[in-house]
């Protein structure tokens, strides 16, 4: 199958792949451009998880039992920020989180409107 196969079989509305500093293929679909915002909630999770392991590897995180506070202020003195890394990681925070994606006033669609809508703070502010 070729990638344009993959493509018109696939609903994804947008595939980068890129090795070192090169991307080598970009492509959107349904009318996406490289400039659309996206509310990528478990794929986020999964390149956090992996970025979080290269900065305790590399020194610039001690531990993922560390609070979060330590490392982004916008945090500090919230639920999240007084959260050891860790605990978000796996899900297990404690925090109240609404993921009801039908009801409009859920903590989860609060999240993708200040993520991806423009002119809006971004999802930093959701969690505050």
């Known amino acids: 199958m070729t990638l344009d196969d993959y493509l018109n079989r696939q609903p994804v509305p947008g595939l980068l792949i ?8 970009e492509r959107y679909q349904y009318g996406r451009t ?24 590399e020194g ?16 500090k003195d919230t639920e999240y920020g007084r959260t050891a ?3 978000l990681l796996l899900m297990t925070s404690g925090v109240a989180f609404s993921q009801e994606y039908g009801d409009q006033s859920s903590d989860i ?10 002119g809006t703070p ?4 959701a969690l505050k």
Request: glycine fraction near 4%; proline fraction near 3%; hydrophobic fraction near 50%.
């Open 109 to 118: 669609n609060k999240l993708a409107r200040l993520t991806i809508e423009p």
């Open 122 to 125: 971004g999802s930093l502010a």
């Open 85 to 87: 890394i860790k605990a």
């Open 18 to 25: 890129a090795k070192d500093n090169t991307i080598l293929v």
């Open 34 to 57: 490289d400039t659309d915002r996206l509310a990528s909630f478990s794929m986020a999770k999964t390149v956090l998880s992996l970025l979080i392991g290269i900065a305790v590897k």
């Open 60 to 75: 610039a995180i001690r531990s993922v039992d560390d609070l979060v506070e330590s490392y982004v202020p916008g945090l």
